[in-house]
């Protein structure tokens, strides 16, 4: 199932992270991975997840497939909460794929209530058990990872999860191969202007000025925007900008100042601000708690 390489090549399990979207709704907004794949399986509950510029109905037992540099995003409305386990690979490499890419270009990433749901959700808690031999039942967590990160002392294949890992890996292959194919409908504009907004978020950025870099009416842009990703242009870079913080925050001990400007806030008591009223924490409590 897997191309063939060094040992050093193969897919590594890096984390498994459970998340109850009620208890821990800003657990992390709108980002992508540059180096990690994921699976995610709805665990309970429904709602809207948004992947890319589509926003995807999404409810218990389901299995949705972010590849490397796919940008995601639990997207919350009122009444709609539900629970995630996911599975985050480094290095994935499948035939017939991309570098970090579980489907072909287009393809749908989320699968309604495959029959292989159950066999995927033995093995994520197989892999946390082998992990943490204290972990007893997935439902007592509210958010929680278990994690190899990047072991250099470990030989390749070896890590805690790791069979289960490529268990399940087997499992999403033969699920793509027989139930993807299914190519979602993009407005190339609007991809396109996706793909700006991820490449220059971190500039000063306005609903003018990439109007103006597309030869749009601002309002079009706006109405284009909102129609095509369910979100307006403000609230998706927002989004964007401040999970990106987060990531930011969890994974490296940067100035908050410094991550501020990383992420287009020139100012960093506004970028506080704005973080603040996006999570109801300020940068350095969310660092504490993501950490914790």
């Known amino acids: 199932m897997f191309m063939n390489g060094r040992e050093s090549d193969k897919p590594e399990l890096l984390y498994i992270t459970c998340v109850s979207w009620k208890q821990n709704p800003q657990y992390i907004m709108m980002h992508k991975h540059e180096h990690q794949a994921e699976i995610t399986l709805v665990i309970s509950g429904n709602g809207k997840y948004s992947i890319n510029h589509h926003i995807y109905d999404v409810k218990e037992g389901d299995v949705i497939l972010c590849g490397v540099g796919v940008v995601h995003d639990a997207f919350m409305r009122k009444q709609e909460h539900y629970d995630t386990l996911t599975m985050r690979i480094g290095n994935l490499q499948m035939e017939g794929r991309e570098p970090g890419q579980f489907l072909a270009k287009g393809e749908i990433p989320v699968f309604h209530q495959p029959l292989s749901y159950q066999d995927c959700l033995q093995l994520f808690q197989q892999a946390i058990r082998e992990m943490d031999d204290s972990f007893t039942d997935i439902s007592s967590y509210g958010a929680h990872s278990w994690g190899n990160g990047h072991r250099d002392d470990a030989a390749a294949g070896t890590e805690p999860g790791h069979s289960s890992m490529r268990e399940v890996l087997d499992?999403?292959?033969?699920?793509?191969?027989?139930?993807?194919?299914?190519?979602?409908?993009?407005?190339?504009?609007?991809?396109?202007?996706?793909?700006?907004?991820?490449?220059?978020?971190?500039?000063?950025?306005?609903?003018?000025?990439?109007?103006?870099?597309?030869?749009?009416?601002?309002?079009?842009?706006?109405?284009?925007?909102?129609?095509?990703?369910?979100?307006?242009?403000?609230?998706?870079?927002?989004?964007?900008?401040?999970?990106?913080?987060?990531?930011?925050l969890d994974e490296s001990d940067i100035r908050i100042s410094e991550i501020a400007g990383k992420v287009g806030y020139e100012d960093p008591a506004y970028f506080s601000k704005s973080f603040f009223r996006e999570t109801g924490m300020t940068p350095r409590e969310y660092r504490t708690y993501i950490r914790v």
């Open 171 to 248: 499992i999403v292959r033969e699920m793509t191969d027989r139930d993807s194919g299914m190519v979602q409908h993009e407005d190339s504009l609007c991809l396109e202007i996706e793909e700006y907004i991820s490449l220059h978020y971190r500039e000063p950025v306005s609903l003018e000025t990439i109007a103006a870099a597309f030869y749009l009416s601002p309002y079009y842009l706006s109405h284009l925007f909102k129609l095509e990703t369910g979100y307006n242009f403000k609230q998706y870079l927002t989004r964007m900008r401040i999970g990106e913080a987060q990531k930011l």
